[in-house]
């Protein structure tokens, strides 16, 4: 199977990218990347020279080199995306050029060139903020409260309207917040676990009551293979570690585990918009794809910090110019101006 994989250069699409080729030896895989903030062709550094890896550099909305990286695939996965909440609060426009007109551009040439499998890789997200105790199931409505969610809810119906209208072969997947190796830093985890190793303050939003379903990034990597050979098309398929927690369990727990003091613990300003709950039902793909994460939270977070702490130069590299300046204006600014919400 050769198989377009875009945003492979991201932390999602890497992650993804290496598995499949250590699995699958007789896959092939087109990386087609933009390589914005969040690319990093480092990530992909240990599998650079398989003979079954291309990588290509471009953009989803431009469709002549989209078509001509899709041409002979039989598959596309679609992981690119400007892919975090905050970003899309202060600049929504890059959020909404890639995420739907991106995704439309692909849909478009995949539609053209009858690719015969579009697997689109969504989020817990468009689902909203869930009331206590509830879960989402694959056909809980779509309720989006950031620029970030709305664009995926948006792709993902446009998505659905292609099965629909054109008998497209897509399917979707949502997941809930990933983590672990090669995620960029101004994500939660990794920028408590770097923050923490670097002894510096721990910026938590709000009361840190936010419940977030946490899953590992390889655990997800096995899903959406699962999905990609298995699933139905027209279908939808939630992703979920089961493992949902507040933000501020999180990061006591990170604390405790690197043995670093709770003073640590820094109150910002609540972004504004912020969903209170995500939590997913995953039957579906435990009944149909006989798929269930594998890898405790516990165990996860140790193996997560390990990795950051064995990898400075990665990290300093990716937080070179251009995080440097995104940090400086959000997140120094909320540093100083805060406490004012103090957990009970
Ligand atoms: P990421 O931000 O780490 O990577 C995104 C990748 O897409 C980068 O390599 C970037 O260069 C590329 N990209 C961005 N705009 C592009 C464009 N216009 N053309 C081509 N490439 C472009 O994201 P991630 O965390 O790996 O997320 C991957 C996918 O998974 C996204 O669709 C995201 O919405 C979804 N998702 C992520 C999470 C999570 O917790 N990270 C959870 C659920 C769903
Ligand atoms: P994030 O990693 O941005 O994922 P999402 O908003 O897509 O779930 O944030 C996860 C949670 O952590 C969310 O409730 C916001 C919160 N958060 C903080 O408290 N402090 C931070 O510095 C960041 C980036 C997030």
């Known amino acids: 199977m050769k198989i377009l994989v875009t945003g492979g250069a991201g932390f999602i699409g890497s992650n993804f990218i290496r598995h499949v080729l250590a699995e699958r030896k007789d896959y092939e895989l087109i990386n087609y990347d933009k390589l914005t903030y969040a690319g990093n062709l480092a990530n992909l550094a240990e599998v650079a020279e398989d003979p079954n890896y291309t990588f290509i550099r ?53 539609r053209a060139l ?10 817990d997200e468009v689902y909203g903020d869930l009331t206590p105790g509830d879960f989402a199931d694959e056909s ?26 054109y008998a ?21 985890l990794p920028l ?22 946490w899953l590992h990034v390889e655990d997800n990597c096995r899903g959406i293979l699962r999905v990609l050979e298995k699933g139905r098309a ?14 501020l369990t999180i990061a006591r727990r990170l604390l405790n585990l690197m043995n670093r003091p709770e003073s640590l613990l820094s109150y910002v300003k609540d972004r504004p918009g912020h969903d209170r709950r995500y939590a997913l039902r995953c039957e579906k ?17 140790r193996q997560t910090i390990e990795w950051y702490a064995n990898h400075t130069a990665w990290l300093a590299d990716v937080r070179g110019g251009e995080y440097r300046s995104y940090y400086a204006k959000y997140y120094e600014n909320r540093d100083s101006s805060l406490r004012d919400v103090v957990p009970s």
């Open 285 to 301: 793909m435990r009944v149909e794809l006989s798929w269930k994460p594998m890898i405790l939270l516990e165990n996860g977070l």
């Open 234 to 247: 027209g279908e939808v398929y939630n992703i979920g570690g089961l493992d949902i927690e507040e933000n």
């Open 168 to 188: 497209l072969p897509a399917v979707i997947t949502r997941s809930s917040n990933n983590y672990g190796p090669y995620q960029f830093p101004e994500k939660f």
């Open 58 to 110: 471009g953009d989803i909305c431009d469709a002549a080199t989209v078509e001509a990286a899709m041409r002979g695939c039989d598959a596309v996965i679609h992981f690119a995306a400007e892919s975090h909440v905050d970003r899309s609060i202060y600049e929504p426009a890059p959020v909404i050029d890639t995420n739907i007109k991106g995704t439309f551009t692909l849909l478009e040439v995949a």
């Open 192 to 213: 408590m676990i770097t923050n923490a190793l670097e002894h510096k303050p721990l910026p938590i939003y709000g009361d840190g009551k936010q419940q977030r379903d």
């Open 140 to 165: 809980s409505p779509l309720q989006p409260s950031s620029p970030y969610s709305a664009s995926k809810a948006g792709a993902d119906l446009l998505v659905l309207s292609y099965v629909r209208t």
């Open 114 to 123: 009858r690719v015969e499998r579009f697997l689109h890789i969504s989020t």
